[in-house]
């Protein structure tokens, strides 16, 4: 009698199943073609920016740069990386009773990566590059919440990074016989901050918490381009780029994946209307030349990232425009059936 409760295995032996592997191995002279710049030195990636996507959330926005286009597939991998952030505001609400009275509204600030927001998968607790994240985000939104009017209450903004970028090409990794395919460090980190304070300007401005002006981020950075490139962009005179005779050339809304040598970066948050500078991030070293010095590259780098977040201003501007038209249509629509 045949047991029916047990599955019998196949008669004969199996073999399990070998998958290829989607990451090619490269070497010195194999490595696949560099992605380069296509755009111009001061044209930015094109940006989506939309709010009210959280319902729960007094309110919330998302933000994606655009990739660049790609010039060969070699691989399964993406050979750039999109920046997307999610925004979430909850607040004003006031604080427990345990808590002390404070006359300015309490703003809390957490930034958190998703797992698979880069190539090397990031663990589930914060690490000290999150905890620096938000403590540069608290500082820039600091000075754009009018605190005064709601005292003893706080407000916390949540941003989730769920794609970062990254420091350097992954194919630079894989040559300098790096294990990890791909990270988010400190030059990826200064994109990412002008992102998470454009994003959470726009959640700010959709949870109707009032503000002095909208703040938005803008980053630049020094690049060395090589010598035997013979067509060199002239910026018009109005755009802070300048190049040098070392090859140095500032450029607007940097992807680390398509510059080898990166100098110095910078990342402001801007106050246009106000003309006010309330983040300041600058890393890397400032070159200096005997023409100019390292103070007017500086300056030079610093316009520049402030050129960048003007241009930025752009679109949180008509996404917001947008924002308020659907809710002025539904809210019109809403009083015609009462």
Known sequence: MADRRRINGPAGGTAPPVFASTIPVFTALSSPPRPARSRGSTNLRKIFLKTGLTPSASGSAYLELEPSPLTEKVSLIPVFSALKITCTVHGPRPLPRSAPFTPRVLLSTHVKFAPFAARQRRGYLRDASERDLAVHLETALKGVIIGDRWPKSGVEIVVTVLEGEEDRWWA???????????GTGASGMMS?????ITVASAAIVDAGIDCVDLITGGVAAIVQQPRTTHHIE????????????????????????EHRQLKATCVVGYLESRDEVTELWVRGSIPALPSTGSP????NLIDSAIQAAVAVRLVLVEALKESAELNFQGSSINSQIA
Do not use: H, R, T, Y
Not at 192 to 196: A, E, F, R, V
Not at 296 to 299: A, H
């Open 172 to 182: 630079d990794e894989m040559l300098l016989g790096g294990n990890e395919q791909g």
């Open 192 to 196: 990412i901050l002008s992102g998470c």
């Open 296 to 299: 007017k590259i500086l300056d």
């Open 234 to 257: 002239k910026p018009n005179a109005a755009a802070n780029c300048e190049k040098s005779e070392d090859d140095l050339v500032i450029v607007l809304d940097p992807n680390f994946s």
